[in-house]
Each structure stands twice: as C-alpha cells, then as structure tokens.
C-alpha cells in the first residue's frame, strides 16, 4: 500500500472530505489530492502531524511493506482513547489490561 493509499484511507475512514483535511492541514486541496494520488510527498513536520491525527506510527505511514496492516479500528480507538490520558490512568489501564490477560489465558507471555 503506497502512502497515498494510506493518507487516503485514513481520511475516509474519518469520513472527511479533500477540502476538510486541506484545511486542517492548512495547505490547499490540490496538495491532499497530489499526496493521495502519489505524485508528491508530504513535508516531514505534515507528515507528523499526519501521523499524529491519526494516530499511527511515522514509520507504519512511510513503509512501503504491502504486508503492514493498521491496527484493526477498535485499536486505533482504544489507542487515541490512551493518549488521551494522564499518565498515572495510563499506568493504571495497562496493570488491568495485564491482569486481563493472565487472568484470561493463565500465563505471563504477554507481561515484558
């Protein structure tokens, strides 16, 4: 999947339109369109912020691997719900997210 399919993808599966993200963005729609379409590349700090909106890695965005996959929607949910939150509620979910998963499968294979 190119980057453009990805910045495509993304801003559908947000259900914006080429002149919503131009102006969050503040650039012009023919750039969104000149990315979406792989004929330019957005500026790294753009690129940032992309990834920041949408709350995927810089380095998932910029791989050209066919075989990366997003993390499924209710991930991306549950992550942009994470960073969200202060760090000592961070630290709190995650001790109950492990709890979960030994309680679940009896074992410590997913505690590092």
């Known amino acids: 999947m190119s980057l453009g ?24 729609m023919n750039s969104v369109y000149r990315w979406e379409h ?5 500026r790294k700090p753009v690129l ?5 909106l949408y709350s995927v890695p810089l380095d998932w965005l910029l791989s050209e691997d066919s075989s990366a996959s997003l993390v ?6 549950l992550l942009g719900m994470f960073r ?10 995650l ?3 492990e709890r979960m998963c030994i309680e679940d ?8």
């Open 5 to 28: 399919d990805k910045l495509r993808s993304l801003r559908l599966k947000t259900k914006k339109t080429l002149h919503e993200q131009s102006k969050l963005l503040g650039v012009s």
């Open 84 to 93: 969200k939150l202060p760090d000592q509620s961070r630290f709190k979910v």
């Open 95 to 97: 001790g109950y997210v």
């Open 72 to 77: 499924s929607e209710v991930e991306l949910h």
């Open 48 to 52: 940032k912020i992309l990834a920041e």
């Open 105 to 112: 499968r009896n074992v410590e294979e997913y505690l590092y």
């Open 38 to 42: 792989d004929l330019t590349v957005p």
